[in-house]
């Protein structure tokens, strides 16, 4: 086989693995993944996939759900036609054979009438379909079983990209992704792998913050190739929050779900007292926006490293019964709920934006793709409708497929590739210089570029994150890459991109809020936040 005609996909969760499997029976594909192969946030996925299954419910009313959840921003088109192919979507996972739950009683003689399906925040009819509430999990490792049988995939773990391979780069024209290099974590080596096409699925951009719930993976970078190959971001302003993330040194990225304050579960001060009524008469049944927002003031406004979850004025059969998974975990930590309160802070969720893509995956640089979370096609717009995103990871694989596989099957140049140089650089003596910039980017981001901002805050940290950066360049040019390093090079980045889009955003919506300008501006059509990289001299 030869490597000119190989597909290459970095990243392994669902867009990644769906792809590939679409792919696999017409072209060779190599995948990617910088630890495990499903080690993302989509085996985290707790909830299900958004799509227009049952009688009542109709492509129109999800695209309205979509339009209005996203303030304004979305793209009408990604919208529409991601609901349309909703219903595919989930058929082609029923037939890869994705454990969906079903109804304890046969519900109908439609095609989807004997599942389960349930309503989340936002949507107007009950059409998530889902695995109990583990739906992340059941999708990624039944693809994963099948991607690993596949005669015609070729799997390479713990091997994390370091940038992308073009012909301008190579000094050929006109401009093309060949490839990608990779560090092989196990070897140290650094590695070259071709493609006709190259996909990034990579993911978001979560530990880019002190507080998220995405896994140690989510360092961005995918978006910080591909800015740093020529495409334009998109909507890297729109950052999701999750109002309550357990606090906890060795819970990083545990959930405490929000079905806790729906059974009446209260906010609470290190001294007991409630805090909510000063922001919302709905108190914690407020949106998730408003109630990350009230933590986020009150954490600021004392100096908090936390507030409280309290739901042991229930009783402790109630508890176990509802919340089974979240009472056990604590319990291991030493937290018993239905005794004390649970510790928890807001957390980064989810990125609204990405790298720009056309509704068939395909990114400004001929042959370079980009799909799910890594991705911005304006779907989401301002803030992502509940289980809206599985949904896009599936569309846009099978788009992104469909695309590639219509183009041709070889490269257009046969360019030679050189391997990767090391002679100008060394092993580091000085370790903790990562380490060290790593935290102090994690904090800046999220003291100043967090939940709430102003222009102070913004301007604070663009000085701080371009100081990161040129440090940051320094180290890279004058030592051997390494995991850490790669992916604080891509997360600094990462960092200027969120903090310059915030800056452009004169205007609160979504899930962009600023006290320097609280209100939406209304005096022209609204539109979504585009950065270009610099062009090379």
Same mark, same amino acid.
């Given at each position: 086989?030869?490597?000119?005609?190989?597909?290459?996909?970095?990243?392994?969760?669902?867009?990644?693995?769906?792809?590939?499997?679409?792919?696999?029976? !017409?072209?060779?594909?190599?995948?990617?993944?910088?630890?495990?192969?499903?080690?993302?946030?989509?085996?985290?996925?707790?909830?299900?996939?958004?799509?227009?299954?049952?009688?009542?419910?109709?492509?129109?009313?999800?695209?309205?759900?979509?339009?209005?959840?996203?303030?304004?921003?979305?793209?009408?088109?990604?919208?529409?036609?991601?609901?349309?192919? &909703?219903?595919?979507?989930?058929?082609?996972?029923?037939?890869?054979?994705? !454990?969906?739950?079903?109804?304890?009683?046969?519900?109908?003689?439609?095609?989807?009438?004997?599942?389960?399906?349930?309503?989340?925040?936002?949507?107007?009819?009950?059409?998530?379909?889902? &695995?109990?509430?583990?739906?992340?999990?059941?999708?990624?490792?039944?693809?994963?079983?099948?991607?690993?049988?596949?005669?015609?995939?070729?799997?390479?773990?713990?091997?994390?990209?370091?940038?992308?391979?073009?012909?301008?780069?190579?000094?050929?024209?006109?401009?093309?992704?060949?490839?990608?290099?990779?560090?092989?974590?196990?070897?140290?080596?650094?590695?070259?792998?071709?493609?006709?096409?190259?996909?990034?699925?990579?993911?978001?951009?979560?530990?880019?913050?002190?507080?998220?719930?995405?896994?140690?993976?989510?360092?961005?970078?995918?978006?910080?190739?591909?800015?740093?190959?020529?495409?334009?971001?998109?909507?890297?302003?729109?950052?999701?929050?999750?109002?309550?993330?357990?606090?906890?040194?060795?819970?990083?990225?545990?959930?405490? =779900?929000?079905?806790?304050?729906?059974?009446?579960?209260?906010?609470?001060?290190?001294?007991?007292?409630?805090?909510?009524?000063?922001?919302?008469?709905?108190?914690?049944?407020?949106?998730?926006?408003?109630?990350?927002?009230?933590?986020?003031?009150?954490?600021?406004?004392?100096?908090?490293?936390?507030?409280?979850?309290?739901?042991?004025?229930?009783?402790?059969?109630?508890?176990?019964?509802?919340?089974?998974?979240?009472?056990?975990?604590?319990?291991?930590?030493?937290?018993?709920?239905?005794?004390?309160?649970?510790?928890?802070?807001?957390?980064?969720?989810?990125?609204?934006?990405?790298?720009?893509?056309?509704?068939?995956?395909?990114?400004?640089?001929?042959?370079?793709?980009?799909?799910?979370?890594?991705?911005?096609?304006?779907?989401?717009?301002?803030?992502?409708?509940?289980?809206?995103?599985?949904?896009?990871?599936?569309?846009?694989?099978?788009?992104?497929?469909?695309?590639?596989?219509?183009?041709?099957?070889?490269?257009?140049?046969?360019?030679?590739?050189?391997?990767?140089?090391?002679?100008?650089?060394?092993? =580091?003596?000085?370790?903790?210089?990562?380490?060290?910039?790593?935290?102090?980017?994690?904090? !800046?981001?999220?003291?100043?570029?967090?939940?709430?901002?102003?222009?102070?805050?913004?301007?604070?940290?663009?000085?701080?994150?371009?100081?990161?950066?040129?440090?940051?360049?320094?180290?890279?040019?004058?030592?051997?890459?390494?995991?850490?390093?790669?992916?604080?090079?891509?997360?600094?980045?990462?960092?200027?991109?969120?903090?310059?889009?915030?800056?452009?955003?004169?205007? =609160?919506?979504?899930?962009?809020?600023?006290?320097?300008?609280?209100?939406?501006?209304?005096?022209?059509?609204?539109?979504?936040?585009?950065?270009?990289?610099?062009?090379?001299?």
């Amino acid at each position: 086989m030869s490597t000119n005609e190989q597909v290459l996909i970095i990243g392994g969760g669902v867009a990644g693995l769906s792809l590939a499997l679409r792919l696999a029976d !017409a072209v060779p594909v190599c995948m990617l993944a910088k630890g495990p192969l499903t080690e993302g946030s989509s085996l985290y996925a707790q909830g299900g996939v958004a799509a227009v299954l049952g009688d009542q419910d109709s492509v129109e009313s999800h695209v309205t759900d979509t339009l209005v959840a996203g303030a304004g921003l979305c793209d009408p088109e990604a919208v529409r036609f991601t609901v349309e192919h &909703s219903r595919g979507a989930i058929q082609w996972l029923i037939d890869q054979g994705v !454990a969906f739950t079903r109804l304890t009683e046969p519900g109908g003689n439609g095609p989807f009438d004997d599942y389960h399906l349930t309503r989340e925040g936002g949507h107007a009819q009950r059409r998530i379909i889902h &695995s109990a509430d583990s739906t992340g999990r059941a999708i990624t490792t039944t693809l994963e079983d099948k991607v690993r049988r596949h005669p015609n995939i070729t799997l390479h773990d713990y091997h994390i990209a370091i940038d992308l391979i073009t012909t301008a780069r190579l000094g050929h024209g006109p401009d093309r992704c060949l490839g990608a290099y990779a560090l092989d974590r196990r070897s140290g080596r650094v590695q070259v792998f071709r493609g006709r096409a190259v996909v990034l699925a990579t993911g978001g951009i979560g530990k880019v913050y002190l507080y998220t719930s995405n896994p140690d993976v989510a360092t961005g970078d995918g978006i910080a190739m591909a800015w740093r190959a020529g495409c334009r971001v998109g909507n890297m302003e729109f950052i999701q929050f999750h109002p309550t993330c357990l606090f906890h040194p060795k819970a990083k990225t545990f959930l405490i =779900s929000e079905a806790l304050r729906g059974e009446g579960g209260l906010l609470r001060l290190p001294s007991g007292e409630r805090f909510m009524q000063a922001y919302d008469e709905r108190l914690e049944l407020a949106p998730r926006d408003v109630v990350a927002r009230a933590i986020d003031s009150e954490m600021k406004r004392l100096g908090l490293g936390c507030v409280y979850l309290d739901i042991s004025h229930l009783s402790a059969e109630f508890i176990h019964e509802h919340f089974p998974s979240i009472a056990a975990r604590c319990l291991e930590l030493g937290i018993d709920i239905t005794r004390e309160p649970i510790p928890v802070v807001p957390a980064a969720h989810y990125l609204c934006g990405g790298v720009v893509t056309d509704l068939g995956g395909r990114t400004d640089l001929p042959g370079l793709y980009a799909v799910g979370e890594a991705a911005y096609t304006g779907l989401h717009g301002a803030n992502r409708l509940a289980s809206n995103s599985l949904l896009e990871c599936l569309v846009m694989a099978q788009a992104a497929a469909t695309d590639i596989l219509a183009g041709p099957a070889r490269q257009a140049v046969a360019v030679v590739i050189p391997p990767w140089d090391e002679s100008q650089v060394t092993d =580091s003596d000085e370790e903790v210089v990562v380490a060290h910039n790593w935290d102090e980017l994690r904090r !800046a981001m999220w003291d100043y570029v967090g939940i709430v901002r102003t222009d102070k805050r913004l301007a604070r940290a663009l000085r701080r994150v371009q100081l990161l950066a040129r440090e940051i360049d320094e180290y890279y040019a004058n030592f051997r890459v390494s995991n850490d390093l790669i992916e604080l090079r891509n997360l600094v980045l990462i960092g200027e991109l969120i903090v310059r889009s915030a800056q452009q955003r004169r205007e =609160s919506r979504g899930l962009h809020y600023s006290l320097d300008c609280p209100r939406l501006e209304e005096t022209q059509p609204p539109r979504p936040t585009l950065l270009s990289p610099p062009r090379a001299d």
